[in-house]
């Protein structure tokens, strides 16, 4: 049976697949994305590939990050003790509030996908109130 961070990448290279999302599916052709997502499909156990399609048919997402203690989809804070689990990769965890898979990031994944605000929002936000205090100081 494959450990539960494998269990964690397939999904994910499954999803992204599927979706047409992501470097892996726009490398491949047509006819490769159909081999490599059977060949997923073969490795996932039946229970958890059951689980990814019911999510998939009510438009859900099936894996996402768990993002400062919080499953990213539903924005749930997850109890220590299931943050523990996913630290350690002793299961793979489904989030009490959507459904949904969750995985803890690497570091290096963190950092290269961006995890910081939107650029411009705090600054323009800033701008704002600068200015406001200086219309305020004239007067």
Known sequence: ??????????????????????????????SEKRFEIGRLRSIIPVSI????????????????????????????RLPASQLARLRTCQDLEVCDGCGTFIYLESKR???????????????KAAAKIRNSKLEIRKE
């Open 109 to 123: 994944e963190s950092r290269s996908s961006g995890s910081a605000k939107p650029s411009g929002v705090k600054s």
């Open 1 to 30: 049976m494959p450990t539960p961070a494998h269990l964690t990448a397939s999904i994910r290279r499954l999803c992204d697949l599927e979706s047409g999302r992501g470097p892996l599916a726009s490398a491949l052709s047509d």
């Open 49 to 76: 590939l059951a689980h990814h399609d019911r999510m998939l048919q009510r438009g859900k997402r099936t894996i996402v990050p768990a993002l400062d203690g919080a499953c990213s989809a539903c924005h749930r």
